[in-house]
């Protein structure tokens, strides 16, 4: 008697797939290395075949009666759950056998005669296999009970699949956001799915919302190169990671999107989203192209990116933080809307305004012709044309200003900085920051209104709104309804009529602005405290309004016509007009004209006359061409009134200084200038216009002196760490050439460096301790071989671009150059002239002609005539309308005949 045949060892899994009433793929856990799949077809049964989708060498084909059924009955039962299998039979990756549920054979369910039981399988009948006996009882069980597929209409269980979406778009605006519920049929990717969409049976590629994991390679021959071969396994370890919480499983599916004909949407499962798991594991990143088509949930992407870059997991192993910024919170009044996403803010305790920008958006801006790109660059040409204002002649710029200015000018905003962006070589550093005022963020409303567009950036960069998802939803459904920037009708046209300085046009308006009497106005711009540019909106038109009734005394910083230490500036005063007009809506009346277009009235703000609140403040005089106004009593009373309270100009106003005013005029005008020219080297320029110089006479003595002190270092070299630095201390200091030379401390830093300046050639730096030395006594009793000048007769411009541009050209045109000096006024630091002694060109003068700086209005009468060239070459740059005279005079009306002198 033969022994009998070995029985099998059961071996266990988990249900990954069913693929159909009598297949399923089990992933086993083998005691040694990774998972392993198996495709298991059950034993001496056969099941309804299901659809195939159309191949290149096949067609479509339809469902066998009730094998979706077949198939549906076994998911709902074994997907995800442990089962033995016991094989009986193996070819290539496939086994066949039998499926028992649970971990005991001897009380499982054997799934083969639960599908026969059901109906849902038909038997082989071979005769050849004992087992089969028992399925056939039992299938004949399953016939005499109508079960299954053995009951009912078989035309009535065969699906109506639908392959394809016509127009993948039209259909996700018809399900409108409607949770769908869906089958996953397969895994592309850890963020792509091949579903079901129920009832209907569309078969979809599904992209998931707001993410993308890396793509599992392509084995075909013609496929690109993989760009995810850096990424190692983790393509196929995301795929994994979908699969054991998905395949196979019900979900419910919102649909908000397409890429190509795909479609893109949401999948919600009990179990918790999938999308969020994701990205906490590290396997996916966001994607901003799709994230702004959600409904709801972006900011538990965005949180759970945040904590996987966090813990560098997977993908973000090596990633480095883009923004390292520190933001801050605080309120602040916006006192200008400089355009669609730049404001000025004045914060509580400070002097001065600071500037912001709207993170993460692009106002609309002018575009560029491809000539004047390939003009800029080129060298700077002649001065041609006056340019249009890009204000009102670019598309929906005005409307942006517009929108901010009503909505922002004069109240307090809550703003929260994101991030700052560097400064590059066209612009300085921007601190963005995302503004709030009554819980709305100004950049979104301004992006969903139209006036403004989101911008892209890399998806590792992290330099972006802390809002950046709501900006780019607004911006999707801007886009939607057809707003702004997004219309497809013509922009609206601007056409304004600039009267400002034009005499011919200013005096034609003239008469209507008369009889209008108080006419509505917006102030654009605030030159000084009683000039002011403003737009008509009524009439489109631009023109300067200077205020009648007041004058004023133009004061230097520090200085005072009747006292010296008089505590208030020109600056100051046109702060105060500023701070009240800015972009405020005012009322003006207009009485009559200056002999160049610029009109002369009166301007209420908050139903408050300017001229009388410049006088009530001390910040002006009552002029006596305001005796026959009708406000010349309001005018007086509020003058009276600063000078009780000794205000402003009355604050020590004495009637005796006038008298020594006058006579020290007197004792200038018998005074000459004195031209005392001495050959200079300038070794350095600072931002202020001040330079260092060393006199050519006295180099051969600082050479000696270098190297001097060169020899004393070499011969004994200094101690690290002996010397210790205060700050006056003339000392040694190793510069980046890794020679000594005396140096002044400036200040020293808790961090322990110091900042120095070199006393022989006025350049500064900042730099360790221990790059510092105790200078021997023998060569600190000589005196500094670099003397600190000022430029005198020059104003640098108060738009920063054009400054910074002076500036440049300023230390192009000195630095290291042998020039003639000569002190004009003895001060701290003196104010000197400097001249090229080969071409005689007064460098001053020349930046002056050349549109970048000022001229100096200055009273010395020993130096009128000097006074007189300068404003004589500026007059000719303004003539030209060379850079700072690019768009016009920028420059204050002192005409005493309109009330605006002394």
């Known amino acids: 008697m033969s022994a009998p045949a070995p029985q099998p060892t059961p071996k266990c899994g988990i249900v990954k797939q069913v693929l159909s009433g009598d297949s399923v793929v089990i992933r086993g856990f083998p005691r040694n290395g990774p998972p392993a799949e198996k495709t298991v077809i059950f034993s001496h049964v056969l099941a309804p075949k299901l659809a195939r989708r159309a191949t290149g060498n096949a067609s479509d084909t339809k469902d066998e009666p009730y094998a979706w059924e077949a198939r549906e009955f076994l998911r709902k039962k074994l997907v995800g759950e442990q089962v033995l299998f016991v094989s009986e039979q193996a070819s290539n990756n496939r086994d066949y056998g039998v499926i028992y549920l649970g971990k005991d054979i001897q009380k499982g369910e054997n799934i083969t005669e639960t599908m026969v039981s059901e109906g849902w399988v038909s038997v082989r009948r071979d005769g050849r296999a004992p087992e089969t006996a028992r399925l056939a009882e039992l ?525 020290k005029k007197d004792e200038e005008r018998n005074v000459e200038r004195q031209v005392n020219q001495i050959r200079v080297v300038v070794t350095e320029t600072t931002p202020e216009l001040h330079f260092y110089a060393q006199s050519v006479d006295q180099g051969p003595k600082l050479e000696s002196l270098m190297a001097k002190i060169r020899q004393e270092f070499q011969a004994n070299p200094p101690l690290p760490g002996a010397f210790q630095p205060k700050k006056g201390d003339i000392c040694a200091a190793k510069f980046v050439d890794n020679e000594w030379y005396r140096a002044k401390v400036e200040k020293v830093e808790k961090s322990g460096n110091v900042s120095v300046r070199y006393i022989d050639y006025g350049n500064r730096e900042t730099l360790p301790a221990s790059r510092c030395a105790q200078l021997p006594s023998a060569f600190t009793s000589e005196k500094d071989y670099a003397s600190e000048y000022q430029l005198f007769g020059v104003v640098l411009p108060k738009d920063a671009d054009y400054s910074e541009e002076a500036l440049i050209t300023f230390k192009e045109d000195v630095l290291d150059r042998t020039l003639l000096l000569n002190v004009e006024v003895i001060g701290s630091p003196p104010l000197a002239t400097l001249v090229d002694p080969t071409t005689k060109v007064d460098i001053g003068k020349s930046l002056i002609e050349d549109g970048l700086l000022l001229a100096e209005k200055r009273k010395e009468r020993r130096l009128a005539s000097l006074v007189a060239e300068y404003k004589e070459a500026q007059a000719v740059a303004a003539k030209n309308h060379v850079k700072i005279w690019e768009y016009g005079d920028i420059t204050e009306d002192e005409a005493k005949e309109f009330g605006l002198g002394p």
């Open 139 to 663: 299938e004949d069980a399953a016939k005499a009970a109508n079960k299954g597929k053995w009951g009912g209409n078989p035309s009535e269980h065969v699906r109506d699949i639908k392959w394809n979406i016509e127009n993948p778009r039209a259909f996700v605006d018809k399900m409108g956001g409607k949770q769908i519920k869906a089958i996953v049929e397969n895994v592309r990717d850890g963020s792509t799915l091949h579903v079901f969409l129920l009832p209907e049976f569309y078969r979809v590629t599904l992209m998931i919302s707001g993410i993308r994991a890396p793509a599992v390679p392509r084995l075909d021959d013609n496929s690109k190169p993989d760009q995810n071969a850096n990424l190692g396994t983790l393509p196929d370890e995301a795929k994994y990671f979908v699969e054991c919480r998905l395949l196979n499983r019900d979900v419910d599916v919102v649909l908000e999107s397409t890429n190509n004909n795909n479609l893109v949407g949401t999948i919600h499962h009990e179990k918790g989203d999938i999308a969020v798991e994701l990205l906490k594991a590290g396997f996916a990143r966001c994607v901003d192209w799709s994230i702004a088509h959600m409904k709801s949930g972006a900011d538990k992407l965005r949180s759970a990116e945040r904590e996987a870059k966090e813990k560098r997991l997977r993908i973000w192993k090596d990633w480095t933080p883009t923004n390292t910024h520190v933001g801050k919170e605080y309120t602040a009044t916006v006192v200008e809307v400089i355009n669609g996403d730049a404001l000025m803010v004045k914060i509580s305790g400070q002097s001065q305004p600071k500037k912001i920008f709207l993170s993460s958006i692009r106002p609309p801006r002018e575009q560029k012709s491809n000539e004047e790109k390939t003009a800029d660059e080129k060298p700077a040409a002649q001065p041609g044309p006056r340019k249009g204002r890009p204000l009102y002649d670019v598309p929906y710029m005005f409307e942006a200003r517009e929108f901010l200015r009503k909505k922002l000018i004069g109240k307090r905003v809550n703003i929260a900085e994101d991030y700052v962006q560097p400064a590059n070589q066209k612009f300085g550093e921007k601190v963005c920051c995302t503004v709030t005022i009554g819980g709305v963020n100004v950049a979104e409303a301004l992006v969903s209104k139209g006036l403004a567009t989101v911008l892209r950036y890399r998806q590792d960069d992290d330099q972006r709104s802390s809002h950046y998802d709501e900006l780019l939803a607004a911006e999707t459904k801007a886009s939607k309804s057809g707003h702004g920037l997004h219309s497809k009708n013509e922009p609206p046209v601007h056409r304004v009529v600039d009267v400002s300085g034009d005499q011919a046009k200013a005096k034609q308006f003239l008469p209507f602005l008369q009889r209008a009497g108080r006419t509505e106005a917006i102030t654009e711009f605030v030159t000084s405290r009683s000039r002011l540019r403003l737009y008509l909106p009524k009439d489109s038109r631009l023109i300067t309004l200077l205020l009648a009734g007041i004058s004023y005394n133009k004061t230097k910083q520090g200085q005072s016509p009747y006292n010296e230490g008089e505590p208030f500036t020109d600056e100051e005063a046109t702060n105060f007009t500023r701070e009240k007009c800015m972009q405020r809506e005012v009322q003006i009346n207009v009485e009559s004209m200056d002999r160049v277009g610029n009109y002369i009235g009166w301007l209420w703000v908050d139903g408050m006359n300017l001229s009388v609140l410049l006088v009530e403040e001390g910040l002006a005089k009552v002029h006596p061409s305001a005796e026959w106004s009708e406000h010349h009593r309001a005018l007086k009373s509020a003058e009276d009134s600063a000078k009780a309270r000794k205000i402003g100009v009355w604050q020590n106003y004495k009637e005796e200084d006038e008298l020594e005013v006058k006579e």
